[in-house]
C-alpha cells in the first residue's frame, strides 16, 4: 500500500464489496479498484459492467485477468492497471477451479 501511495492520487475509498466498487470504475466515480482472495462469484457480473463501460481488467501480476484467480485489478485505463499491477505484492490464494 505505501508504493501505492506514491502515485498521485486524489484519495483511497473501499465501500465494501467488489461489485460496488467495479461498478463504481465502470461509472467512473473511481480510477481504480484491486482486490486479492475475493471468489468469482465476487467479480464476474461486474466484470462484465467494468469492460462495457470501456475499462480494463487485469490479473495483479500484470497479465491477463483470470475469473478463478481470486484476484483482480479494474481501472479506467489499460496504462494506470499496469501501473497498480507494478506496485502489487501479490498474495498467493487457492483457485476458485482447484479442490
Same mark, same amino acid.
Given at each position: 500500500?505505501?508504493?501505492?501511495?506514491?502515485?498521485?492520487?486524489?484519495?483511497?475509498?473501499? $465501500?465494501?464489496? &467488489?461489485?460496488?466498487?467495479?461498478?463504481? !470504475?465502470?461509472? %467512473?466515480?473511481? *480510477?481504480?479498484?484491486?482486490?486479492?482472495? +475475493?471468489?468469482?462469484?465476487?467479480?464476474?457480473?461486474?466484470?462484465?459492467? $467494468?469492460?462495457? &463501460?470501456?475499462?480494463?481488467?487485469?490479473? !495483479?501480476?500484470? %497479465?491477463?485477468? *483470470?475469473?478463478?484467480?481470486?484476484?483482480? +485489478?479494474?481501472?479506467?485505463?489499460?496504462?494506470?492497471?499496469?501501473?497498480?499491477?507494478?506496485?502489487?505484492?501479490?498474495?498467493?490464494?487457492?483457485?476458485?477451479?482447484?479442490?
Amino acid at each position: 500500500m505505501e508504493k501505492l501511495l506514491c502515485i498521485p492520487i486524489h484519495g483511497i475509498r473501499g $465501500v465494501g464489496t &467488489a461489485a460496488v466498487n467495479m461498478c463504481l !470504475v465502470a461509472s %467512473g466515480a473511481a *480510477d481504480a479498484y484491486y482486490e486479492m482472495g +475475493i471468489h468469482c462469484w465476487d467479480m464476474a457480473g461486474a466484470g462484465i459492467i $467494468v469492460t462495457e &463501460a470501456g475499462g480494463v481488467l487485469m490479473d !495483479v501480476t500484470g %497479465g491477463p485477468f *483470470d475469473l478463478m484467480s481470486r484476484r483482480i +485489478i479494474a481501472a479506467s485505463s489499460k496504462t494506470l492497471a499496469e501501473r497498480i499491477a507494478r506496485e502489487i505484492q501479490v498474495v498467493p490464494f487457492q483457485r476458485d477451479d482447484e479442490d
